[in-house]
């Protein structure tokens, strides 16, 4: 799978969006991006994924590229309860594991 | 529904113990797996499963013992604990469709001090 390339972390305004970008300049065709996030002691949740067209759901927006090498997720209006680590992942739907780096740490200020 | 249930949530326990850590699912799914987390770390997969009767190694597998003999279940033996165990336990579960096996749903997670 490929890497992928997350700042360390990130600040954001309540009620402002957050757009988290995430670089995959190896991305293969069929791999398709992922975005979890863990907010804090808990377990991963799953936000979205997109493989090369722009997705959106009740939690976020996914913008990849044309080229696919990079993505940002976009959290529309950002609340304190958005303060969480997000990762990005790449990963083909053939394989058997994810991939879980390092990942953005957000913290959304009042 | 519960979804992921992990226990327990907290254990403490001494060097060269062994013990089992539960997962239990009500969704059905067929993949299962168990991942490590250090403190400032990501996720590292130990150990997964296809299916019933099915466990294959992750990326740190070494300590570690699994065994699938229902869907529902997925325990995590450690057989002689060891300090470098020391870490939170997350089991995650997924379906089989290739569309959607890796939108995991994540355990709430067991917190593990081998001291």
């Known amino acids: 799978d490929a890497k992928t390339t997350q700042p360390t972390s990130m600040d954001c305004a309540e009620g402002r969006a957050a757009n988290l970008p995430c670089n995959h300049s190896?991305?293969?065709?069929?791999?398709?991006v992922y975005w979890y996030r863990q907010i804090h002691s808990q377990g991963p949740q799953y936000i979205i994924h997109g493989l090369k067209n722009n997705e959106t759901n009740e939690m976020a927006s996914l913008i990849i590229t044309e080229d696919r090498k990079s993505s940002t997720l976009i959290l529309p209006h950002a609340t304190l309860r958005d303060t969480a680590v997000y990762y990005c992942i790449v990963s083909t739907n053939a394989g058997n594991m994810l991939t879980f780096g390092g990942g953005t740490r957000l913290m959304v200020k009042p | 529904n519960a979804g992921v249930t992990q226990t327990p949530k907290f254990q403490v326990l001494k060097t060269g113990q062994s013990m089992t850590l539960q997962c239990a699912q009500d969704m059905n799914h067929e993949y299962m797996s168990w991942y490590r987390q250090d403190p400032g770390m990501g996720l590292r997969l130990i150990h997964y499963?296809?299916?019933?009767?099915?466990?294959d190694q992750g990326e740190v597998p070494n300590g570690y013992n699994v065994s699938r003999s229902t869907t529902e279940d997925f325990p995590l033996r450690l057989l002689s604990a060891a300090p470098s165990q020391t870490s939170v336990y997350f089991c995650?579960?997924?379906?089989?469709?290739?569309?959607?096996?890796?939108?995991?749903?994540f355990g709430a997670g067991t917190r593990l001090s081998v001291l």
């Open positions: 499963s296809v299916g019933a009767g099915i466990t």
């Open positions: 995650a579960t997924s379906t089989r469709d290739r569309a959607t096996k890796n939108i995991q749903y």
């Open positions: 190896t991305i293969s065709g069929n791999e398709y």
